[in-house]
């Protein structure tokens, strides 16, 4: 399985683009990238997935590089609420399990 | 909304006791997940189900062992319980492959093994 490397730790100005970075540099050519986040005392909550494509939904953007080695969620305008700790995971293509890492901690500042 | 509800949000007890933790989900997922999580370490997944009597080993499989006997419920049992087992377990519930996959997450229960 595809394993994925995230910063501990990160930290954005409030109204500014959070941009989480996530390297999966064993990634084949038909597993899915996920990102998930966690809200506080809570599991994890889904944010967006993708392939190949950039993708964007109402809570962010995924930005997949082309040798799909590495990725990046943006969130376009954090907010004090995003401050929380993201996931990336890579789904392998044969099988739903869902691997998690230790995620990136985003501290969103005023 | 998907509900996945598991059956205690605190629970304590003894080492050597066996413990059962129960999680119950309502929108009919093919695939159901035991996670924990320690400070640290992240979500370390423990098993994973994709149907009913069908398991799957995760990472940490060692120490436990789970049930599916219908397709809503997925046990997850620590047969002596242990210090080390001390931990925020979650339950997840997903659909099958080929379509979103998106996991969607009990509320938690913290195990307090004394």
């Known amino acids: 399985d595809a394993k994925t490397t995230q910063p501990p730790s990160m930290d954005c100005a409030e109204g500014r683009a959070a941009n989480l970075p996530c390297n999966h540099s064993t990634i084949s050519g038909n597993e899915y990238v996920y990102w998930y986040r966690q809200i506080h005392s809570q599991g994890p909550q889904y944010i967006i997935h993708g392939l190949k494509n950039n993708e964007t939904n109402e809570m962010a953007s995924l930005i997949i590089t082309e040798d799909r080695k590495s990725s990046t969620l943006i969130l376009p305008h954090a907010t004090l609420r995003d401050t929380t700790v993201y996931y990336c995971i890579v789904r392998p293509y044969n099988t739903d399990k869902l691997i998690f890492g230790t995620g990136t901690r985003l501290q969103v500042f005023p | 909304d998907v509900k996945v509800t598991q059956s205690s949000r605190y629970l304590v007890k003894r080492t050597g006791e066996k413990v059962f933790l129960e999680c119950v989900q309502d929108m009919d997922h093919e695939n159901m997940f035991w996670y924990r999580q320690d400070p640290g370490l992240g979500l370390r997944l423990i098993y994973f189900?994709?149907?009913?009597?069908?398991?799957e080993k995760g990472d940490i499989p060692e120490g436990y062992s789970v049930s599916r006997e219908k397709k809503e419920r997925f046990s997850l049992i620590l047969e002596s319980a242990s210090t080390n087992q001390t931990s925020m377990y979650l339950c997840?519930?997903?659909?099958?492959?080929?379509?979103?996959?998106?996991?969607?997450f009990g509320q938690g229960t913290r195990l307090t093994v004394v």
């Open positions: 189900s994709y149907d009913v009597k069908m398991k």
């Open positions: 997840a519930s997903s659909l099958s492959p080929g379509t979103k996959a998106e996991a969607f």
